[in-house]
């Protein structure tokens, strides 16, 4: 991404062809505007990047077809200095083109810019490809003066049928040679214009009579009147006008060629080649193309600097919206845009006596080449505050979270909504700058990109901040590549089915192109993953990541190849009904777990996760909410491991508790079948804390993948317990959850914890293993209870320190409630912490957990293995003798 420097941010408009109404495609649905073609081709264009290229920025849609295109821009231009060395730069951009298989078509010299340093860049050279070959609009790409002549003799073909896919044939790239020619041949010739004289027809007629012309150069210097301005031009001049201004497109040469054509070899050595600089995800080395000047003082900036200047152009036009910016307004303020009044709109006027009145032909709908210049005072004067260092940030393992700004109003930014802060130019500038330092050093600093994630993640960035925490590193553009994406398979039907029902509301996904792209991206995944198989709802998992990074398919597929297998192990099985099975009853138990009273009531009605959750999970909500809620959801999901799902349900169940316990089972049907709207930022929120109070064993799933690190809430990669890593192995193989049977789990209201996570939670030692613990034995936290369920003598002879007896067989009264005792008031006490049952047998514990959940206790659960797999710790006491 080249930054702004001299640059300045320049817009023009257009109209695309409409469309009837009434007429729908081959698969029955409406026709897909032309507009929306457009936009979608238009996205790969940002990245084509090339010092010869003013490169694009970005397109809006407007309405009534209207688009709107952002690119880089100069204000001098060819026509303002005219000097024949240009050639070559025209020559490397038109190259760069023709080997992103582009044509330029609408070379003029207004069309060809200068730099601050006079260097040569290219505009509006996307034009002919976003249009389809000009199909998608009423206007022809290109000026007679300088169309060449196989393309006038072609004329102007337009689709007859819009449900049909035809589409005019193609310019070759060397019809850009000859507009160049011509170009050359009026810059020879100061002040002169080639059948400016001329109308349209007449310049047609005259550039096609010149097949039968041997040196075209002589004849237009003598129809121009400047042949003895011609005979005084250099001899290599010469020789490259006549090579541009061969007549028949197989004798004249390609770009390609006159790049090496001995008539620059006066020219090259001043210009080195161009090399693309590697990705952030790539196996080349990044910084191998880093050079530092012969004098660091060079690389001092004084307070005086134009910091922003050295931002890349697509961060400048980001910042500028988020300023105040409005592409339509500017245009407005220009006279290009014009609002007519709607009884001026219509096509005739039509009186009593029959006689009738009509406009001529509405010339909005044609190309009005002019480029607006949009001003950047107004973001210049929105961040004169902002100190210069906030541009270069350090990346201090003290770092703090809060953006790198001396001034109270950033600090306080931070604390607002993120909707606020994703609005606010001074705050995006700092995260932006901060997260590129860091996205720049990744992998070295990946934990710090998961510290300021916690935080928030810059939208501009999200797409490689997410790649950066799911772990994409290597090769990713060469595994690509190198997976089959054409050779039809069985899936291919279900994948065209599914595409046109995908997030179809988002213009991106919506064109063509987004059809396309998905199509790849999926099928890469389903052949790159043969014992998985094709469900429905993959496409909704693929689109945040194909949004994100449109023109990275690579990228797009590594994501999502990363995302399934931490948070959707196996769910893509051919037969998946034991795994999704597992997973609803463990989110019924996490129900019952966080809210009790929710959970009676949705079992008494009989209305399970069964009949809502499954598209929730699936899709991991990807097929529920709208991409922009998503992506806020996601940047904290990416930060959980594999059971914050969970919690995120949890929390939109709570959401709609209020309805859901004032309804029977046929208005929660109606409730899920249309979903009310969700708060996202508050579902977040809550899901943090849900997750906080979960116990790491309490979600644990036999056909969950087993990950090395587990990662908590706030980005830490730890081990699966907090205990001395000796001990861990112990753990793995004595105190973690056993494994239990789909009806056995199904049996359970109450999740289990397994004894290692009690032992944490306790904070409590081991004293057979003395040597491998430091830590002091303490009692059970207050926000612990543990109830063992034991006969009073059993619970004698050895318990866990701190808890409490409470028999099975007397806990509760024959109505259900609570029997009057001791222990029934500290049980009350400690309602809305953790209880863990412990008992001799785990049937006795799950149904005394059941009866607390029935009681609307919050957070019981039971201890996995009971006081059988307590007693290999040694943790057990005995009350002292009294005396």
Not at 432 to 454: C, G, Q, T
Not at 776 to 784: D, F, M
């Amino acid at each position: 991404m080249s930054s702004l420097k001299d640059a300045e941010l320049g817009a023009f408009t257009f109209f695309a062809s409409a469309l009837p109404h009434d007429v729908c495609g081959s698969n029955g649905l409406p026709l897909t505007p032309n507009s929306i073609k457009i936009l979608g081709r238009f996205q790969i264009l940002k990245t084509i990047v090339h010092p010869r290229l003013c490169q694009c920025v970005d397109i809006s849609r407007g309405k009534h077809e209207r688009l709107v295109v952002v690119a880089e821009h100069y204000e001098k231009s060819l026509e303002d200095l005219l000097i024949l060395c240009l050639a070559y730069e025209t020559l490397q951009g038109l190259e760069y083109m023709n080997r992103h298989k582009m044509v330029h078509r609408a070379l003029a010299p207004h069309n060809i810019l200068l730099d601050g340093e006079g260097h040569v860049k290219l505009a509006k050279f996307g034009l002919y490809h976003i249009t389809d070959l000009g199909a998608d609009v009423d206007f022809p790409i290109g000026y007679p003066s300088y169309l060449a002549p196989e393309v006038i003799a072609q004329g102007i073909v337009k689709p007859t049928d819009p449900t049909q896919c035809e589409r005019p044939l193609p310019s070759g790239p060397k019809s850009d040679v000859w507009s160049l020619g011509i170009i050359i041949f009026e810059l020879c010739v100061v002040g002169r214009k080639l059948f400016q004289s001329l109308d349209i027809p007449e310049k047609l007629k005259l550039i096609l009579a010149l097949d039968c012309v041997d040196d075209i150069v002589t004849v237009l210097g003598e129809e121009h009147g400047c042949l003895d301005i011609l005979k005084n031009l250099p001899e290599n001049v010469l020789v490259l006008l006549r090579k541009c201004l061969t007549f028949h497109p197989t004798k004249r040469p390609t770009t390609t060629d006159l790049l090496v054509d001995s008539v620059f070899k006066e020219v090259t050595p001043k210009y080195t080649p161009f090399h693309k600089s590697a990705g952030l995800f790539s196996p080349t080395l990044r910084c191998a193309d880093l050079i530092l000047p012969d004098d660091i003082s060079l690389l001092y900036k004084d307070e005086t600097s134009d910091f922003l200047a050295e931002r890349s152009i697509e961060e400048v036009y980001y910042l500028w919206c988020l300023a105040g910016g409005d592409l339509e307004k500017e245009l407005m303020s220009k006279g290009i845009i014009r609002s007519k009044p709607p009884i001026c709109t219509l096509p005739n006027l039509v009186l009593e006596d029959g006689e009738s009145f009509g406009q001529g032909r509405d010339r909005s709908s044609l190309l009005d080449d002019t480029t607006v210049t949009l001003s950047l005072c107004q973001l210049r004067n929105r961040l004169k505050d902002v100190p210069g260092e906030a541009y270069y940030p350090l990346l201090g393992e003290d770092q703090s979270n809060v953006p790198h700004s001396s001034s109270n109003s950033e600090l306080s930014t931070s604390t607002l909504p993120l909707i606020i802060r994703e609005r606010d130019t001074e705050y995006q500038l700092n995260r932006i700058v901060l997260f590129d330092r860091l996205l720049n050093a990744y992998p070295y600093k990946k934990h710090l990109i998961w510290k300021e994630a916690r935080v928030d993640i810059p939208p501009l960035l999200r797409g490689l901040t997410w790649a950066a925490l799911l772990g994409v590193e290597g090769a990713i553009q060469d595994k690509y590549d190198m997976t089959d994406k054409d050779t039809p398979i069985p899936t291919d039907r279900q994948i065209e089915v599914d595409i046109p029902r995908c997030h179809q509301y988002d213009e991106l996904l919506s064109s063509p192109e987004g059809h396309a792209k998905f199509r790849r991206v999926l099928k890469a995944w389903v052949v790159s993953h043969p014992n998985l198989v094709y469900w429905q709802g993959l496409d909704s998992l693929c689109a945040p990541f194909l949004y994100l990074n449109f023109n990275n398919e690579a990228l797009a597929y590594a994501c999502m190849s990363a995302f399934i297998p931490k948070y959707l192990y196996n769910f893509f099985l051919k037969d998946n009904s034991h795994v999704i099975q597992e997973y609803l009853t463990v989110f019924s138990q996490m129900i019952a777990f966080h809210d009790p009273e929710l959970s009676n009531h949705l079992n008494e009605i009989g209305f399970i996760p069964d009949l809502y959750a499954i598209p929730w999970f699936l899709t991991m909500f990807t097929h529920v909410f709208p991409l922009h809620k998503i992506f806020h959801l996601w940047d904290t999901l990416l930060l959980g491991n594999a059971s914050f799902p969970f919690c995120i349900g949890v929390a939109i169940l709570q959401q709609l508790r209020v309805r859901l316990l004032a309804n029977g089972f046929n208005e929660c049907i109606l409730l899920f079948s249309d979903l009310p709207e969700i708060d996202i930022e508050r579902c977040v929120q809550e899901s943090i804390n849900l997750f906080c109070w979960t116990p790491k064993s309490a979600t644990y799933r036999q056909h969950a993948q087993m990950p090395k690190l587990t990662s908590d809430i706030n980005g830490v990669s730890r081990p699966s317990s907090t205990l001395n890593t000796d001990y861990q192995e112990f753990i793995k193989t004595d105190l973690g959850r056993e494994s239990i049977t789909l009806s056995e789990l199904k049996s359970e209201i109450s999740p289990r914890i397994s004894v290692e996570d009690l032992i944490d939670l306790c904070e409590l030692t081991v004293p057979s293993l003395p040597k491998l613990s430091s830590k002091k034995s303490k009692s059970i936290k207050p926000k612990l209870l543990v109830v063992d369920i034991r006969h009073s003598e059993d619970f004698n002879r050895g318990h866990i320190q701190g808890s409490i007896n409470m028999p099975f067989g007397t806990a509760f009264t024959s109505e259900g409630d609570l029997a009057p005792c001791p222990a029934s008031n500290t049980l009350q006490n400690f309602k809305g912490k953790v209880i863990v049952t412990v008992g001799h047998v785990a049937q006795n514990a799950a149904e005394f957990a059941a009866h607390l959940v029935k009681l609307c206790f919050p957070r019981v659960c039971i201890l996995d293995g009971g006081i059988n797999k307590m007693k290999l710790t040694g943790l057990l006491t005995v009350p002292s003798p009294q005396i």
